[in-house]
């Protein structure tokens, strides 16, 4: 039990284009999902938090327009960076909530993303 | 500001023998905490988790809180290849957030 998928797993996208990354929990109801990113040899750093039907809390330093989170439903949230840069190249993640008794979170298998 | 400290290592382990993974954290008020492993290239998959004071044991894994000293271990029992990854200690905040240790990198060795 508590599986997070996320597709796609890897893309590679031109300068400019939008790119949406989707956020499954397959076998439970997701209290919050949350999305981050990773650096090569860096620490995780927690981009948004997401609830269903709510605007997503965004951490400092993260745009909003530019990261645009969708939380359709209970078990799926949506990140889109759009107008992609080089820089946004990174592996993204998400976690879902399995809440009840001690609230923890469940990985998806993240997204690696190439900007050229 | 909540804080979770790790030694970023690397810890070398030989194979078999016991591995000792150690995590502080600075609020005093904090419940619950997390261990997580992650291997180079892969998203973090938990490992376990502790809320009381004392040793949980699952498998070949003992975590360890001492809340009076505020520091959270992670205990790898016969060690295996396998085991080398970044372990990752976290505190659980508001709203489900976690604060997130910045990770003990574990080799084993053969």
């Known amino acids: 039990g508590a599986v997070v998928s996320q597709h796609p797993s890897r893309v590679i996208c031109k300068s400019g284009t939008s790119v949406k990354i989707e956020c499954r929990s397959l076998d439970f109801q997701a209290t919050t999902m949350f999305w981050y990113r990773q650096f090569p040899k860096q620490s995780l750093m927690l981009m948004a938090t997401s609830n269903e039907g709510s605007k997503a809390t965004y951490e400092q330093g993260v745009e909003k327009d530019k990261f645009l989170i969708n939380h359709a439903s209970l078990t799926l949230s949506t990140l889109t960076v759009t107008s992609a840069h080089p820089e946004d190249s990174s592996f993204y993640i998400c976690?879902?909530?399995?809440?009840?008794?001690?609230?923890?979170?469940?990985f998806g298998p993240g997204t690696r993303l190439l900007v050229l | 500001q909540k804080e979770v400290e790790q030694n970023s290592g690397p810890l070398s382990v030989p194979e078999g023998a016991i591995a000792s993974l150690n995590c502080t954290y600075s609020?005093?008020?904090?419940?619950?905490f997390f261990w997580y492993r992650q291997y180079s290239g892969k998203s973090p998959e938990l490992i376990m988790f502790i809320y009381s004071n004392g040793d949980k044991e699952d498998g070949r894994f003992t975590a360890q809180l001492n809340k009076a000293s505020q520091y959270v271990s992670l205990l790898i029992r016969d060690s295996q290849p396998s085991d080398s990854a970044t372990y990752l200690c976290a505190d659980l905040y508001s709203n489900y957030q976690l604060i997130w240790g910045a990770g003990t990198k574990l080799i084993i060795k053969p």
């Open positions: 976690s879902a909530t399995l809440a009840g008794g001690v609230e923890t979170q469940y």
């Open positions: 609020d005093r008020g904090s419940q619950s």
